[in-house]
Nanobody
Framework: QVQLVESGGGLVQAGDSLKLSCAAS????????GAWFRQTPGKEREFVAA????????LYSESAKGRFVCSRDNAKNTVFLHMNFLKPEDTAVYYC????????????????????WGQGTQVTVSS
């Protein structure tokens, strides 16, 4: 079992940066791939970024490429999402997730493939 707790959300202005953290407890987090999803009211949960457990290789959505960086510190069982040049459309609840198994783009971006989820942290970007 893995428990995930996100932190770092808040209210920022367009163009600002924000760093989200996802602290994992339980088994060694290096055994798990980590990911970030986001969701706004009435919409499906959207893939943002994912990072492989073994070597830190990462994948990004088109909206995140070039602006967001996903990293991890396995010694601290923590995954991060560094968000830069934030836009109002980035406003959402951001969720951390974890899974084992394959790390292909087709399943890494699918929220139904993840076994563990955090409670979410709100990110609001004002224009």
């Amino acid at each position: 079992q893995v428990q995930l707790v996100e932190s770092g959300g808040g209210l920022v202005q367009a163009g600002d940066s924000l760093k989200l953290s996802c602290a994992a407890s339980g088994r060694s987090f290096s055994d798990y791939h980590g990911a970030w999803f986001r969701q706004t009211p009435g919409k499906e949960r959207e893939f943002v970024a994912a990072i492989r457990g073994s070597d830190g290789n990462s994948l990004y959505s088109e909206s995140a490429k070039g602006r967001f960086v996903c990293s991890r510190d396995n010694a601290k069982n923590t995954v991060f999402l560094h968000m830069n040049f934030l836009k109002p459309e980035d406003t959402a609840v951001y969720y951390c997730a974890a899974k084992t198994g394959s790390f292909y783009s087709y399943d890494t971006s699918d929220p139904t493939k993840y076994n563990y989820w955090g409670q979410g942290t709100q990110v609001t970007v004002s224009s």
